[in-house]
């Protein structure tokens, strides 16, 4: 079949085709005829290596995918074959304390699709049955494939960690990226106002039609911060919830805005992990800084109800050929996106 690989780490230009052998389903997994994949940030990272990371090469990126179940192994119930889905990108035992307790992503043998194990830019691959949901009705598979890695991420974010509730403020860092996107609408599905940070106008004005009630440019550090403070809403109180996942480049700014008692919670650090923390501001002011990675399979069965009733919907940037996952991976790297890019077998 076909697949892109990379057979070592390093700038796109690692990205090759390849003739891989055809999948089989083992006990207990389902082969998906890949209909579309989306991109992450984490393909970026695992392609110029990760601290740690030991990845048998050739290895196949991608942990976002739309497609139509193929086949089935021993142990998994036949009437999944040819039915539309979407894959969970989180792989776990199943059972251990954390999977049985609805935590999965705390298992000890927890891996993501295309990071630790191959994932979906390729034709077929074998994932665990369990990871099957049925494609939502309305989206076509390229708009199911922007769902899963940044809407789960972004729902155990506001909703199981900061408990996000209505009325409060939440001010989310780039807002055009794929956590981005997903944490603004459920932001906004639980009651929330938004602040929107974006480097750009037209993410802002995509923003605002997304439902942020103010958008701000996020090129001039000193600025921004003073123009969220400028809004009548927040002030010297501060706002609610901080939406993290920029790191370094925004963590002083976002200890100082966030309220007294109120949440920061973080999922990446994409301009750098060294961020600095002046406890002080931890202590006397109570703040709550929350980490958080993926979220449970459990909770993508929600997200892709509320998707169905139209209350959530995936924003679908630019879609690239399979063969040139080089070219996309250029196009997300340079940030000018404004929602998912998806690459199409």
């Known amino acids: 079949m076909r697949a892109v690989v990379l057979r070592r780490h390093g700038d796109p230009s ?19 005829e890949v209909r579309a994949c989306a991109l992450n940030r984490l393909d970026l990272w695992v392609r110029g290596g990760l601290p740690g990371l030991r990845l048998p090469l050739p290895h196949v990126l991608g942990s976002d995918i739309a497609g139509v179940v193929a086949a089935v192994g021993p142990g998994v119930d036949a009437s999944w074959v040819g039915r539309e889905v979407v894959v969970a990108p989180g792989v776990s035992c199943g059972a251990c304390e954390a999977c049985l307790s609805g935590w999965d992503n705390l298992c000890p043998r927890y891996a993501i699709l295309g990071e630790q194990t191959g994932g979906g830019y390729c034709e077929r691959l074998a994932v665990p049955a369990a990871n099957l949901l049925p494609r939502p009705a309305g989206l076509d598979f390229v708009a199911a494939a922007a769902l899963p890695l940044t809407f789960l991420t972004a729902w155990q974010m506001l909703v199981v960690r900061a408990q996000v509730k209505p009325g409060q403020t939440v001010l989310i860092h780039a807002v055009g990226s794929g956590v981005g996107v997903a944490g603004l609408q459920i932001a906004r599905l639980h009651g929330a106002r938004v602040i929107a940070l974006a480097s750009s106008e037209a993410k802002l004005a995509r923003a605002r039609e997304l439902g942020a009630e103010a958008t701000i440019l996020s090129h001039d550090p000193a600025a921004w911060e003073k123009e969220v ?63 958080s990675t993926m979220g449970s399979k459990a909770l993508l069965f929600p997200i892709l109800g509320h998707v169905e009733r139209g209350a959530l919907r995936p924003v679908v940037d630019r879609t690239f050929p399979l063969e040139q996952a080089e070219a996309a991976h250029r196009y997300l790297d340079r940030r000018e996106q404004f929602g998912k890019v998806v690459l199409v077998p």
């Open 14 to 32: 690692v990205l090759e085709p390849a003739d891989l052998p055809e999948p089989t389903a083992g006990p207990g997994q389902a082969i998906v």
């Open 229 to 291: 403070r400028a809004l009548p809403w927040v002030g010297k109180r501060g706002v609610d919830v901080v939406l993290e996942h920029t790191g370094a480049a925004t963590w002083d700014a976002s200890l100082r805005l966030c309220r007294r008692g109120g949440v920061i919670v973080t999922c990446g650090a994409s301009s750098g992990h060294a961020a600095t923390t002046d406890l002080r501001q931890v202590f006397f002011r109570q703040l709550q800084i929350l980490g």
